[in-house]
């Protein structure tokens, strides 16, 4: 019911920035929270960043607040998340999701890659 592509990882050097986007198709009408999630080699998948409809809440996980941002653009139905002093340890796949009120993530993308350098 709804597809998500996200776009703009790659290599960065550590205290760089990277801004990355996440498109929503379908019956986008359904999402209320997007959500950032990164995961690394040998780690479990964690959650970065939340934001709901019409950008009214966000969350943000400790490791990250300051340094990062999640904003979302509901008339072009896509996240971004502004990553900003990059570090190694922030290297991972990143995956955009989405869910209704009330309801589990239950809408994908398929992960872009960021490569920290230092």
């Known amino acids: 019911q709804v597809q998500l592509v996200e776009s703009g990882g790659g290599l960065v050097q550590a205290g760089g920035s990277l801004r990355l986007s996440c498109a929503a198709s379908?019956?986008?009408?359904?999402?209320?929270?997007m959500a950032w999630f990164r995961q690394a080699p040998g780690k479990e998948r964690e959650l970065v960043a939340t934001?709901?409809?019409?950008?009214?809440?966000?969350y943000y996980a400790d490791a990250v607040k300051g340094r990062f941002t999640v904003s979302r653009n509901d008339a072009k139905n896509t996240v971004y998340l502004q990553m900003n002093s990059l570090q190694p340890e922030d290297a991972a796949v990143y995956y955009c999701?989405?869910?209704?009120?009330?309801?589990?993530?239950?809408?994908w993308g398929q992960g872009t890659q960021v490569t920290v350098s230092s």
């Open positions: 379908g019956r986008t009408d359904r999402i209320y929270t």
């Open positions: 934001v709901t409809y019409s950008g009214g809440s966000t």
């Open positions: 999701a989405a869910r209704d009120v009330g309801r589990e993530y239950d809408a």
